[in-house]
């Protein structure tokens, strides 16, 4: 099977809704790292939202105060968590312990 050509007007589409996803993502991870989301509040719109659902685990975590490389590998391992999984790839049991722990203070 070979990939199909594409056009210059569906290049500039793909590249655009690929920018696009990349600015929402970093947009959810920009909102934590400010305080402006919880985690809970985070995993909440990427339940909703396809763009969402695909950012690292990892680096939602890395994105929490107080959370760095070290922590966030600490946690993931805890709740069984792949480091190169993501949000639409948690279970309900991952989620409710990432949850219970970075819940609201």
């Known amino acids: 099977m070979t990939i199909p050509q594409l056009t210059t007007e569906q290049l500039e589409a793909a590249r655009a809704a690929a920018t696009q996803a990349r600015r929402a ?3 959810l991870k920009d909102g934590v790292r400010s305080g402006k989301l919880s985690l809970s ?10 763009i969402l659902a695909h ?3 990892v680096d939602l975590l890395k994105a929490l105060p107080r959370v760095g490389e070290k922590r966030a590998a600490v946690v993931m391992e805890k709740f069984d968590i792949a480091p190169n999984r ?3 790839g948690l279970g309900r049991h991952q989620l409710a312990g990432l949850r219970a722990e970075f819940g609201e203070r």
């Open 25 to 27: 993502r970093a947009e």
């Open 41 to 50: 509040q985070a995993l909440e719109a990427a339940s909703t939202d396809d």
């Open 55 to 57: 950012v690292k685990v």
């Open 86 to 88: 993501r949000i639409r």
